[in-house]
């Protein structure tokens, strides 16, 4: 190969490594999470999801989550942004969730195996093995215990059965007392498919907004659905922090319909925090970003 012939071999080669590079930082650009919170009458952009609800992270909160389609996906984004901060979390259920085979799974109440575990991976998912691969609340004594802690605890509320939308038990969803704050989850994915396929407990949620079950769910539905007193407003303390949580907005034309939600609650005058978030399942379904690892303050 003549010197000219490596000269612009070795072009195209380094060509081809910036669009690598390029590529790679595009991919990293669309794998972040999304998040916006709606304020006076727009979508506003947030480096997180603490600093969109005004979170102190050193405040050790207790946070309840509730509602469909993302709840796991934002507890795990969660303890990634308090991890980021360099503080221990641990992640609990008053109802049921499921475990995962993860070296932060603890299905038995020891207190030695806690601390070690918070220690070495910064979060822990706390829970009495179940049925089906899942967990369900600790025994009460447990629970305490947890709720006594020095660090956030982030608490799964109810279940939904992996649908977008959902409208409550008569025994949900279940907060426990030291609940400072609510998030409550709708799936975007939701919008547009039909009632029946989409919503757990559809015949409740059909009755609430006078449709019938296989209409699609429009935006106006989750709007009426998230103030009703018998959906995303059942069992809340008035005195309790409370946003709502509007998960997927980065697929294709749901932060439309996620802004049209805003507009029309905003309307109606309601005033507690409303996110829109994406691309979060995507990234916490599997497995949780080792950033936080390490050395951890100790609590």
């Known amino acids: 190969m003549t010197v000219e012939r490596h000269m ?5 080669t380094a060509v081809n490594s910036r669009r690598a590079v390029n590529i790679i930082k595009e991919m990293q650009r669309e794998e972040k999470k999304i998040v916006e919170k709606w304020e006076k009458g727009r979508l506003c952009p947030f480096p997180g999801i603490l600093e969109a609800l005004g979170v102190c992270p050193d405040a050790a909160e207790r946070i309840s989550v509730a509602g469909a389609g993302g709840k796991t996906s934002l507890i795990k984004a969660l303890v990634e942004e308090y991890n980021a901060r360099n503080l221990p979390t641990v992640v609990t259920t008053t109802t049921h969730m499921y475990a995962e ?3 932060y799974f603890l299905l038995e109440p020891s207190e030695e195996k806690m601390i070690q575990i918070l220690n070495r991976e910064g979060k822990i998912f706390l829970g009495k093995k179940a049925e089906a691969g899942k967990m369900q609340m600790p025994d009460e004594v447990w629970m305490e215990k947890l709720l006594q802690l020095s660090c956030p605890v982030l608490i799964e509320a109810d279940g ?7 409208v409550p038990g008569e025994q949900e969803p279940v907060f426990r007392k030291e609940t400072g704050r609510i998030l409550y989850v709708y799936g975007m994915d ?13 015949e409740e ?17 989750i709007a009426r659905l998230a103030m009703h007193q018998r959906g995303g407003a059942k ?14 907005t980065d697929l294709p034309g749901k932060k439309e319909a996620a802004r049209e939600i805003c507009e029309i609650l905003q309307e109606c005058g309601y005033e ?3 996110l829109c978030l994406g691309n979060l399942d995507r990234r916490y379904t599997q497995e949780l970003s080792s950033a936080g690892r390490g050395e951890h303050r100790k609590r």
Do not use: H, S, T, W
């Open 8 to 12: 612009k071999g070795a072009d195209i």
């Open 235 to 248: 069992g809340v303390n008035k005195a309790v922090k409370y946003a709502l949580i509007f998960n997927k």
């Open 101 to 103: 085979e993860k070296p």
């Open 205 to 221: 949620a059909a009755r609430i907004l006078g449709k019938k079950m296989g209409e699609p769910v429009l935006p106006q539905d």
């Open 190 to 202: 939701a919008i547009g498919r039909p009632l029946e396929e989409v919503c757990f407990r559809a």
């Open 160 to 166: 939904a059965r992996r649908m977008p939308i959902k």
């Open 272 to 274: 507690n925090p409303i």
